[in-house]
Every structure is written in C-alpha cells, then in structure tokens.
C-alpha cells in the first residue's frame, strides 16, 4: 500500500474498470482534487494490473478519492483492478469502514469482487445516478429524435435569445472567463449562490489545467455572456461539470440555449456521448437522456 504523494504511479496509466467516466478516476483530477480539498490519509494500491485510489479519514473508515459532490464517477483502473481494491480491503484494521460510491455498474462489479477477495461480504446497491445522452451524427438528427413538443420549445428559445441578443454561439474563454464564471454563480439565489468560495474557484481554476477541459461562455453579438458551462471532453464524450447563467437574462432562458449549442457542438464533433453528470433533473430527461445508475460498495473490515 503506497504512502500519499505517489501520485507518479505508473497504475495511473490504467484504463479505468468503467468506461466513460471521464477525468475522475484519472490521476489529473485525482491529484487536483487531492492538493485542494483533500484531508485524511492518502492510501494508493497499485498492483501488477490495478489501481485503486483511496483515502483514509480521521474516523479510520475509507472511501475512494474524491468526494462524491464533486466527483462524478469512481472507478479503479486496470482490467485486474479487485486486485487492487482486495490489497486495499485486506490492509484495514479491524472494524474499520469502507465505503466506495459513484461507481457505474461496471466498476461496481469489479469493486464488489475485490471486497471479496479479501474475505468480506458485499453486494453493490443503487444510490445515485448520472443522466447520458447518446448523440446520433448531427444537431439536427438528435433535434428529430426528441418529442414535437420538446422540439418546438428549443427551436422558440433559439429565436428569442437571438432576437433579443443575436444568434447564440459558444466562445471558449479557459481562465480569462473564470471571473465571469464566478460572478454568474455568485448572482444566483439559494445554495448555487455560495457554492463558489473563494476555495472552490481556486479548485476549479487548478481543473483547467487538466487536459481536456474547457469553459465556455454563450455570447450573442453583444452585451455580456448570458451563461457559461464547465466540462471535460474526450474523444468520444462531453462531460458537462458545472453552469451557470446571469439572472438578468433569465427571461431569455440561457441555461437552455447554453445546453442546445453545447449538444450540437458535441455531435458534429463526432462525439458519441453528453454526459450531463449527476443529478437526474427533469430538463435532463425531457432533453432525451437517460438514467445511468451509480452503485455503492460498503461494509467493515
């Protein structure tokens, strides 16, 4: 069992026992998460084929790297990664708790099997789940495949925000939109509104340094950003993170035409997959995505 810092591992080069699952349980975001809102004790497992990414908390219980509000998916690495999670198992003290959540159902199988290598009972139970849209090959194809009325309500807000705005466009801002970014989150009302501390914009400054990800801002041809999306994309898939919008356009429903230009960027890239992430809010659905249930592995040493 490694001490905290190994975070050169070359484990960290494993696929992960889930597909799909974006920068989470890659070393990137598990490192920046780790150097920004970690505590505890770092516990990395590596075996010849396995990866498994933990931590212990003061309690002695363990969990996987990555608090799940910010962590999308868990998921080990490698095609022998219960190996890594059975070292991991095996290696707690007597009593001590596990607890592995956000897994999809691939790594949870995987998680469970390692638990019982190491002798202990366990069975993954459902206790979340992410919302995927599978994207045909164009805009328009995906805009057929969604219900009439749905259709209809996307194409009326595509015209209103450009009558009032001009045509919506998406314009990648990296750092230099952070600040906008902030502001935007800081306007909205309820818990969105302090989300953002001065902390937590500090972590999201430090993601977009990881490969792959992006912030951008939906502009029209003039005035100020309406709204403003943080994601990850790979080759195959868009992982929408974060978003937000300015109040004072609410009226023009940029969250909506932020997420349709986001879709469309997504299939004429060839993009096979929009991951809108956790959470299974009914806009996510009426836009055509699908549950993906999450699975928890817990139990006592």
Do not use: C
Not at 38 to 60: K, Q, S, Y
């Amino acid at each position: 069992m490694s001490a905290a810092g190994e975070w050169s591992s070359p484990g960290f080069g494993l696929p992960p026992a889930a597909p799909l699952t974006g920068p989470f349980p890659r070393r990137a975001f598990l490192e920046t998460w780790w150097r920004h809102r970690g505590g505890g004790e770092a516990l990395i497992v590596e075996t010849t084929e396995g990866l498994a990414a933990a931590r212990r908390l003061p309690d002695g219980s363990v969990e996987f790297m990555g608090e799940p509000d910010l962590t999308d998916y868990h998921s080990p690495l490698g095609t022998r990664a219960e190996e890594a999670v059975a070292e991991l198992v095996a290696g707690l003290q007597t009593g001590a708790g596990f607890r592995f959540d956000s897994l999809p159902e691939e790594a949870a199988a995987v998680v469970a099997a390692g638990v019982r290598l190491a002798g202990v009972a366990a069975r993954p139970r459902p206790h979340a789940a992410t919302v995927i849209l599978d994207l045909p090959g164009s805009h328009r194809d995906y805009l057929e495949s969604l219900g009439g009325k749905e259709r209809h309500e996307l194409r009326r807000k595509r015209r209103r925000f450009a009558a009032a705005r001009g045509p919506g466009r998406l314009v990648a801002a990296g750092r230099e939109g952070l600040p906008v970014f902030t502001a935007m989150h800081r306007a909205a009302s309820g818990d969105k509104g302090t989300f953002l501390t001065a902390d937590m914009e500090g972590f999201f400054a430090a993601l977009l340094e990881i490969e792959g990800a992006r912030l951008d801002l939906l502009v029209g041809d003039g005035g100020p950003p309406a709204a403003a999306a943080f994601g990850f994309e790979e080759a195959a898939a868009y992982y929408l993170y974060n978003s937000a919008y300015d109040p004072g356009a609410a009226s023009l429903s940029p969250g909506a035409v932020l997420v349709d230009l986001l879709v469309q960027e997504a299939a004429e890239a060839g993009r096979a997959r929009f991951d809108f992430l956790k959470g299974e809010e009914a806009y996510k659905l009426r836009l055509g995505g699908r549950a993906r249930p999450l699975f928890v592995v817990e139990g006592t040493r």
